[in-house]
């Protein structure tokens, strides 16, 4: 029996074309050959009242690659990935791991993937990653971090999760209007002009604050300084 699996493809690139993540179509013809099921058994536990194990019902490959289709499209890839692939990532690097894997559901998470990532990691810095993470929802293609023009909404929308890296790796930062209890409002891609600070500062009883790329600090600008 020959068992063909089809995958959606993404292709998402860098301008220098350094980092290219890609969903591929596998072909297998023998479960043994398939990296998901390849010396791995699924099995059903019954226990009695008492805790006591009292059966054990093994499944066939084609039912633990069912289970493992069904358990991605949960985007439950790290729960039932291989042991050494688990501890592949650690701390931060884990955490932005899910979160990536996440964005594109139908990427399985095995060699090929963690790869990949570590493409991105090493061509970008974590607070890199994890501002282009959660500056957009890209499933729905909006803003989540603050509100901007729709000028820049409308670039912003056409923008993937590369694109954003590539920005934040070519930008020295990005200026929010934020209000004293840390509330973000306006956000500016280039810096506010005067007018554009004052009203923010009249009409919300926000002052502008400037994001570096560089060192991940606010710094408070002066109204006064700005054209």
């Excluded at 050959?33 to 008492?50: A, C, I, V």
């Excluded at 194990?53 to 039932?80: G, R």
């Excluded at 990949?116 to 499933?139: P, S, V, W």
Aim: proline content about 0%; overall charge neutral; aromatic content about 18%.
């Amino acid at each position: 029996m020959t068992v063909i699996i089809f995958f959606k493809v993404y292709i998402l690139d860098n301008i220098e074309g350094v980092v290219r993540m890609i969903i591929r179509n596998d072909y297998w013809k023998n479960f043994d050959d398939n990296y998901f099921t390849k010396n791995r058994r699924l099995k059903l536990e019954e226990y009695d009242d008492d805790g006591n194990l009292i059966d054990v019902i093994e499944f066939n490959q084609a039912d633990l690659w069912t289970f493992y289709i069904f358990k991605n499209n949960f985007y439950n890839d790290f729960d039932i990935a291989r042991k050494k692939d688990r501890g592949h990532f650690e701390g931060k690097k884990l955490e932005l791991a899910k979160k990536m894997l996440y964005i594109f559901n139908n990427y399985y998470f095995d060699e090929k993937t963690i790869k990949d990532m570590e493409e991105i990691f090493g061509a970008y810095t974590l607070e890199q990653i994890e501002f282009a993470l959660n500056f957009k929802d890209y499933r729905v293609n909006e803003v989540t971090d603050g509100f901007v023009t729709m000028q820049v909404h409308s670039k912003i929308k056409t923008m993937k999760f590369i694109d954003i890296l590539n920005w934040l790796k070519n930008s020295e930062g990005i200026y929010y209007a934020i209000s004293n209890d840390g509330k973000k409002g306006m956000s500016y891609f280039e810096k506010p002009t005067k007018k554009q600070a004052k009203y923010q500062r009249q009409k919300n009883g926000r002052r502008i604050i400037f994001l570096s790329f560089k060192d991940w600090k606010e710094y408070l600008l002066n109204e006064n300084e700005l054209d």
